[in-house]
Structures are given as structure tokens and as C-alpha cells.
């Protein structure tokens, strides 16, 4: 086997905040490391709005993509399942395809690297005797709280919500139950058991990769590697190796907002986007409308129909969400805000956005990529988290880091009027409290090009990644 490349399988399940830091890892392996990839993509039947966003994934890096058809449908139609469930069920059912592409190679690969929700992919690597590795796409963070659920079970009887007091988890702050994702708490819920179970299995991993970096989150990294604290908890030895992001690369600029965003000063546009799905009420949709009008900054938009007003959300469906945006937004908006903002249907190129010189601060959901994509472009935040783990990633970036403000009160828990948005904005994009943000937020872009330069302690977690499976090579 000497001198044979290591051959990673990595699988990566449904969504784009999952298939995207899926195939940046596999795009790293095989560029820096010398290893051979194939990626496995959990396929199922696409929306035309979810096939818009597959077509901006393309990926001429990566020799090996291979879609995996979920076997068997049916399953998945279930409409009173939660997403999670949705999701889990899908990665289940495209399991039997995974088998038989890996029996079909001559050789099968060296490793398997699930994200969280394909962690049942790794029976198939030990009947292939396969290393098994589970790639975190989130933070360190988030793989502390969902490592320690177990160890919360036992100290609750209904819900953990219950809770009082925040709860002290080795090497990282306080976690108040508000900061948590409600269903995860609450031990009659599907989704409790779900993370229960993905708590257990993490810990059989051979590697638990993180898409975060070591200055990021020293001390819960720290805590994971001590077995008297987390590392007891999470067994397996934990990689940071992020951040890994989608590079800026040109584009046909679609939406012409590339050209648009040439044509505005530097760092005077404000990028609101709410991630892959992410969409807002009827009402706080008018409301932020308001909010960017009022603040008189430059503004870049990506809009979706409100879920809440059935006749929009049909065009979240139906179209490419282009017709009828003027109907959900308040009379005259689009007329009155042409010259400062560039509002663009459903998707946009964030990477490129973000990385252009013209933009100067982000309202994000708070999604892990999304954060990631704006601290390595030196953007600073407004966050307004909306679900999955966005609220303590909200919390870690104003209250840790520094280097984002936010609502007064979650945006989960009621409408942001017009008047805190216009003032967050210029908070943001006109005050000195913005430019000391933009300060730290730039001290964590050049922080993260270290982590990941030659040398870096990214680029030598992901080395003792690939030392691993040279060993198993031989
Ligand atoms: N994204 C994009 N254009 C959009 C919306 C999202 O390119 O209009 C990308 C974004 O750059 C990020 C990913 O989709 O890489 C979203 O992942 P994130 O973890 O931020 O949020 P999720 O969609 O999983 O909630």
C-alpha cells in the first residue's frame, strides 16, 4: 500500500449547511493532505428552490462526487415529522446504496467521515474494518452540549428546560436553557432522543473533526482533551481543523448584485440573509423592510415570501421567488430604496458578498457557515439567531467574541420593530462601537488564516488526521 494515496469516503447528508463545509473538508484533504475523496451526497426528490441552491454547489475540485438516492421514499413523506427526523430517515435510507458503492471498489476506503446527522453510516465502516470519523460542522461549543446531554438526562426527570440554574459544562460558559434550542431539551420529543443517540455514537468515532479552530474555542478544546473533564465524556480524540469555507471564486453574478456591490463605497453595505432556508413572518418581514429604510445605510437583501402568508410562500415553492416580492414588502418600498439597496430573490453568492471590499456588516441567522464565512472576511454581525444551535452561536459572538450585537430579545421570542433594527444598523455600520467590532472580528480573520496556514493548528489537526489513516494504509 505504500505510496498509495489515502482514500477518504466522506458522507454528507442532506442540506447546504451540511454538504457545503462537507466538501470544503474534502476539497482541503485532497489539495493539502495528498488524499484521494469521494464524496457521497444524500439525495432525495429536490424542490425547484432546493435544486436552485444545488446548482450553485458545483464543485470542480472534487474528482469523486457521488449522489446516493435515498432507497426508499416513502419514508421520508411522513409530514408530521420533525426535520430532524426527516433528515435522519433520509441518511437511514440511502445507507444501503452506501454499501454497495463501497463493496463495489476494489479497495475500500481508508476512512469514512460522516457529519453528525450520518453517524449510523458507521456500522457500514465496521463491516468494511474502515476507520470512522464524525465531522462537526458546527462548533466545539455545540459538540460539548450535545456530548453532555447524557450526563444532563441524569440530572433531570421531565424536561430540562426545568432548569433553573445555567448549566456549567467543563471549559465552557454558562448555558442558559433560553440560549438552547427548545425540542433538544424537552425529553417527550423525538428530537431529545435523536441527540441522545448521536451523544452516544459520537463517542465510538476513531476522530471527531470540528470546523472550528484551536484560538476560537481553546478552552472547551482544551476541556475535551482532559479526561478528568470533557474528555472522559467525549472519548474519542477531537481535530479542530476549520475554519474550512467556501473560497471566493468568480461567478456569473446572477443577480447582477456582484456588479452592484462594485459600485458602492467601501464598507458601506450592510448583507442581511438568513442562511439556506431560513424565512421570517409576514410581520417581521415589514418590519426589517422598515428598519433598513430607516437606517439609510446601503443594504444587500436576500428575500424569501413569508411563511406565514400563504400566497408568498407559494412562491418559495412555485418560482424562483422573483414575482410578486413587491406584494410582501410595505407600498413603495422597492421604488423609494433603489439607489441604496439591492434586494435578490432566494439566493445570493455569499462567499463572494461577503468577501467583497463594499460590505461592511452582516445580519445573520447565525448559522455556522454563515458565521464562519463572515469572521474570515473580517465582517461584524447583527445576530438574529432563528433555530437549530443559532442562539448560542449568537451568544458566543456578542457576548464572547465580541464581535456582533443583537436584538434586545431573541427575534424566536416576538417581532424586532423597525426602530431597534434601524438603530442595531447604525450601531453597526456608523458608530465607534462598530468600528471596535470590526476591529475584533478583524483579529479573528487573520487568527483563523494562521490556524489554517502550513504549520497552523488546523492544518496539523487535519495532519494527524491523515498520519492516522496512513497507519491503517499499511
Ligand atoms: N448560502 C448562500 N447563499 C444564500 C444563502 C446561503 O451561498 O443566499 C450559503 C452560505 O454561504 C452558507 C450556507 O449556504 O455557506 C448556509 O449555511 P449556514 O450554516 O449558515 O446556515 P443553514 O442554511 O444551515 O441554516
Redesign the pocket.
Known amino acids: 500500500m505504500e505510496g498509495t494515496k489515502p482514500h477518504a469516503a466522506l458522507l454528507a447528508s442532506p ?4 454538504l ?1 463545509p462537507v466538501l470544503e473538508l474534502g476539497k482541503r484533504l485532497i489539495t493539502h493532505h495528498g488524499f484521494q475523496v469521494t464524496v457521497f451526497v444524500v439525495a432525495t426528490e429536490v424542490s425547484p428552490a432546493q435544486s436552485l441552491l444545488l446548482q ?1 454547489a458545483t464543485t470542480p475540485h472534487l474528482p469523486n462526487l457521488v449522489s446516493l438516492p435515498v432507497v426508499n421514499d416513502s419514508i421520508l413523506v411522513d409530514p408530521e415529522a420533525s426535520v430532524l427526523e426527516q433528515l435522519l430517515s433520509m441518511v437511514r435510507g440511502s445507507l444501503p446504496r452506501l454499501r454497495s458503492a463501497i463493496s463495489a471498489m476494489k479497495v475500500p476506503p481508508t476512512v469514512l467521515i460522516v457529519d453528525m446527522f450520518g453517524l449510523e453510516a458507521f456500522k457500514i465502516a465496521n463491516e468494511f474494518e474502515m476507520l470512522k470519523y464524525v465531522y462537526i ?1 458546527s462548533n466545539a461549543w455545540f459538540l460539548a452540549f450535545t456530548a453532555y446531554l447524557p450526563v444532563l438526562d441524569k440530572l433531570v426527570e421531565t424536561k430540562c428546560s426545568d432548569l433553573q440554574e445555567p448549566t456549567r459544562i467543563p471549559g465552557c460558559k454558562p448555558l442558559w436553557v433560553e440560549h438552547v434550542f427548545e425540542p433538544v431539551l424537552d425529553i417527550k420529543n423525538e428530537m431529545y432522543h435523536a441527540y441522545m443517540r448521536m451523544a452516544v455514537e459520537i463517542t465510538m468515532a476513531d476522530g471527531v473533526l470540528v470546523n472550528t479552530w484551536e484560538n476560537l474555542e481553546h478552552p472547551t478544546l482544551a476541556a475535551m482533551r482532559d479526561d478528568k473533564l470533557l474528555g472522559q465524556i467525549v472519548k474519542a480524540p477531537v481535530y479542530p481543523v476549520g475554519p474550512l ?2 473560497p471566493i471564486e468568480p461567478t456569473d453574478s446572477e443577480n447582477g448584485v456582484l456588479d452592484w456591490l462594485g459600485m458602492q463605497p467601501s464598507e458601506s453595505v450592510i448583507y442581511v ?1 438568513f ?4 424565512t421570517l413572518s409576514a410581520k417581521q418581514t415589514t418590519e426589517l423592510a422598515w428598519g433598513l429604510e430607516l437606517s439609510r445605510q446601503n443594504f444587500v437583501w ?1 428575500i424569501r415570501p413569508p411563511m406565514d402568508d400563504d400566497a408568498a410562500a407559494a412562491l418559495f415553492t412555485s418560482a424562483d421567488g422573483r414575482d410578486g416580492i413587491a406584494e410582501y414588502l410595505p407600498d413603495g418600498f422597492l421604488e423609494r430604496t433603489k439607489k441604496v439597496g439591492c434586494v ?1 430573490p ?6 463572494q458578498i461577503l468577501g467583497h471590499p463594499s460590505v461592511g456588516g452582516f445580519i ?2 447565525c ?5 464562519l ?1 463572515s469572521m474570515v472576511n473580517g465582517v461584524p454581525m447583527i445576530a438574529w439567531p432563528l433555530y ?1 444551535e443559532q442562539k448560542m452561536n449568537a451568544v458566543m459572538l456578542t457576548e464572547e467574541l465580541g464581535v456582533a450585537i443583537r436584538p434586545n430579545v431573541f427575534p424566536t421570542k416576538g417581532v424586532v420593530g423597525r426602530e431597534e433594527i434601524a438603530t442595531m444598523v447604525r450601531r453597526l455600520m456608523e458608530d465607534s462601537e462598530g468600528n471596535a467590532i470590526r476591529a475584533k472580528v478583524k483579529e479573528l480573520k487573520y487568527s483563523a488564516e494562521k490556524a489554517l496556514s502550513k504549520g497552523g493548528s488546523s492544518y496539523t489537526s487535519l495532519s494527524h488526521v491523515v498520519m492516522d489513516c496512513q497507519m491503517m494504509s499499511r
Not at 442562511?275 to 431560513?278: C, I, Q
Not at 432566494?346 to 462567499?351: C, I, L, R, V, Y
Not at 448559522?367 to 458565521?371: E, F, L, Q
Open positions: 442540506g447546504m449547511g451540511h457545503i450553485q460542522t469555507t467556501r440573509s442562511g439556506s432556508g431560513g436576500v435578490v432566494m439566493w445570493a453568492p455569499q462567499a445573520t441567522h448559522g455556522w457557515n454563515s458565521t464565512e437549530a
